[in-house]
């Protein structure tokens, strides 16, 4: 699929807001290429299970959706139930992966080092997770100690609650904060938080012409291919 400009991509609303002062990560997809590496895992035990669900099925159903909604939605639509037994084996298997093959997203440690606006990182993982994640990426300096998980708040994305913590805990208002979102569930919680959001598909999971309309389908205030797109808005 062709790049297209960030430029074209910015919305009228987007252009008319003024600087954010606070930019919120989602982790997943955003800052952690780590996707693919998730979905692996997840697959690989719903197939233990007896269940099979395609792949692209599997992204559209738990892209961006914490853990306790996973697991709810497979035990309502799949009848698929994973034991305390399961998950914790999924932990360790997920954090090997990470371990020996987790990449940052191209760019972003780059725009880190060069952002003077504060960030935080809100996202559907565990706060363990994320952590390595940022770990072991090299990332987790540039964010410490703002990190956000759906473990502090009643209601996973798309629910606005988590991006409405973060906000408070970073002492910014939601009209002035900008959000960095790889999914449908995260971009619809940004917009019920009253935030402005840019939906980002330079993930390994979100290349896809398919993807890219999934998230242009909300609305968002502009869809970009590359990090490197955000400058504008910054």
């Known amino acids: 699929m062709a790049d297209t400009p960030a430029g074209n991509l910015q919305s009228a609303q987007l252009q ?10 989602d982790c997943d997809g955003v800052l952690v290429d780590s996707e693919p590496l998730s979905f692996q895992v ?10 099979s669900i395609p792949m692209d099925d599997c992204y ?3 892209l961006g959706k914490s853990l306790t909604s996973t697991t709810e939605i497979l035990s309502r639509e799949f009848n698929v139930e994973f034991s305390d037994e399961d998950l914790e084996s999924m932990r360790l298997q997920l954090f090997d992966l990470y371990r020996r093959e987790l990449r940052p997203i191209p760019g972003i440690a780059a725009l880190l080092q060069s952002l003077e606006l504060p960030v935080c990182v809100a996202s559907s993982s565990q706060l363990e997770r994320i952590r390595l994640s940022l770990e072991v990426t090299g990332l987790r300096a540039s964010f410490e100690p703002h990190i956000f998980s759906a473990s502090m708040v009643a209601n996973g994305k798309p629910a606005p609650d988590l991006f409405l913590h973060a906000a408070r805990e970073m002492s910014i208002a939601p009209q002035h904060c900008l959000v960095i979102e790889d999914s449908p569930a995260g971009i619809e919680a940004a917009q019920r938080a009253g935030m402005a959001v840019v939906g980002f598909t330079g993930g390994g999971h979100a290349q896809t012409d398919s993807h890219r309309v999934s998230l242009e389908a909300l609305s ?3 869809v970009i291919a590359k ?7 910054l």
């Open 220 to 222: 968002p205030d502009a």
């Open 60 to 62: 559209r159903l738990f």
């Open 16 to 25: 008319t807001r003024e600087r954010p002062r606070l930019v919120i990560f």
């Open 227 to 233: 990090i490197s797109e955000l400058a504008p808005f």
């Open 42 to 51: 997840l697959s690989k035990q719903i197939e233990i299970k007896g269940a």
